[in-house]
């Protein structure tokens, strides 16, 4: 029975993916995200419903558009398949409960967040500040809601002390405001001590992204958007995070 529900959270995942698709290409460009229907962005044609079945249509079709040909990105593949990992393994980690679905949500806010930082330097105010009351209501119905107001309010603060401190030190933004929304829509999430653990990983993956990048050469103006960092970060201290605090400090 277990591995049947997984396959249907797979899928699910893999359907809301696709939402997510939408969601990142449209939502920087201030266009809607319900109408018009999903198109072809090199030749403009309309994705037939058959199409447009996650993971599998850009398979079928080896990432081209069936009327003019063009290279469709793999950031769509690449994002269902993500979605649909982290729907069937979330299922897998927490059963049917409470905590799937905050856990759910919070993965549906992060992986936009990430990939229209990664392409745009921008994170939407609607995903950082809406995520922000969406953790808030989750925290109401799960009984957290002091613990989730201190680590909003203290995670934004520790960010927003680093952007002042690296201002003061570089003479240019090291870290934007997006940033720090987005630090405040994972404290309510985390919590604040979870937050401390989510950003060290957070710094070391990019550390390490910065350095690859420093070896290949491919380092331009030395700008890293961090929101991507802070989204991988985010997901594994919500699962973890948790043990982390207690292996260490027996809290
Ligand atoms: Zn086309």
Not at 46 to 67: A, H
Not at 86 to 113: H, K, Q, R, T, V
Not at 140 to 151: A, E, H, R, T
Not at 183 to 190: E, I, P, S
């Amino acid at each position: 029975m277990t591995i049947y529900l997984g396959i249907i959270f797979f899928i699910f995942g893999a359907v809301f993916g696709s939402f997510l698709n939408v969601v990142i290409y449209r939502l920087p460009r201030g266009e809607s995200i319900i109408y018009p229907a999903s198109h072809c962005p090199t030749c403009g044609a309309k994705i037939l419903p058959g199409d447009n079945i996650p993971i599998l249509s850009y398979i079928i079709l080896k990432g081209r558009c069936r009327n003019c040909g063009a290279k469709i990105s793999p950031i769509y593949i690449i994002v269902e398949s993500i979605t649909a990992v982290i729907f069937a393994s979330g299922f897998l980690f927490y059963g049917l409960s409470f905590s799937l679905l905050e856990f759910i949500i919070f993965c549906l806010i992060l992986i936009p967040i990430a990939f229209i930082d990664w392409n745009t330097m921008l994170i939407p105010d609607s995903l950082s500040i809406g995520g922000t009351i969406v953790g808030l209501v989750f925290s109401i119905f799960g009984g957290k809601i002091v613990q989730s107001l201190m680590g909003g309010i203290i995670s934004g603060g520790i960010l927003l002390i680093f952007a002042v401190i690296g201002k003061w030190i570089f003479h240019k933004e090291a870290m934007g405001f997006g940033d720090i929304k987005m630090a405040v829509m994972l404290g309510v999430f985390v919590g604040w001590q979870e937050f401390i653990i989510l950003l060290v990983i957070a710094s070391f993956l990019g550390a390490i992204y910065g350095l690859i990048m420093e070896i290949r050469g491919k380092i331009e103006d030395s700008k890293i958007p961090f929101a991507p960092f802070l989204a991988i970060s985010g997901i594994i201290t919500y699962i973890i995070g948790r043990y982390i605090i207690n292996f260490y400090f027996g809290i």
